[in-house]
């Protein structure tokens, strides 16, 4: 159903710092580089933007979150072991999410600018 999430950040080279690598171990590719955005698309066709607002200053959305979809349980763990490596913050550290072990698996961080993400796999190990 979702096919683009955008997040607005304050400094554009400094978050692709941070997502760059990110993008890189979920096998994502740059679809754009512009000066005020950036949009990573993944292999099913989804597109992940980040960039200046076009009106006012970036700011965090309280209660917003994306998700990032991962195709193992060791991609989730390679992929929250990196944001923290590149200054993220903790939001929620990897492993099973509610009472089915086979079911969600996932790890919350925050990116340099404060904004919520999960990276995810539903499904067994």
Do not use: H, W
């Amino acid at each position: 159903m979702l096919t683009t999430a955008r997040y607005g950040v304050r400094d554009l080279a400094r978050a692709r710092t941070f997502y760059d690598p990110i993008a890189q171990l979920l096998g994502a590719v740059l679809a754009y580089d512009r000066p005020d955005m950036a949009a990573y698309k993944g292999a099913e066709g989804g597109m992940f933007l980040i960039g200046k607002p076009f009106e006012g200053e970036a700011s965090v959305g309280n209660g917003s979150q994306m998700g990032f979809a991962a195709p193992s349980r060791a991609l989730v763990d390679a992929v929250y072991a990196k944001a923290i490596e590149l200054g993220g913050k903790c939001g929620g550290a990897p492993g099973v999410r509610g009472p089915d072990p086979n079911g969600f698996y996932g790890a919350y961080f925050r990116d340099l600018d404060g904004n919520k993400l999960v990276v995810f796999r539903m499904g067994p190990a």
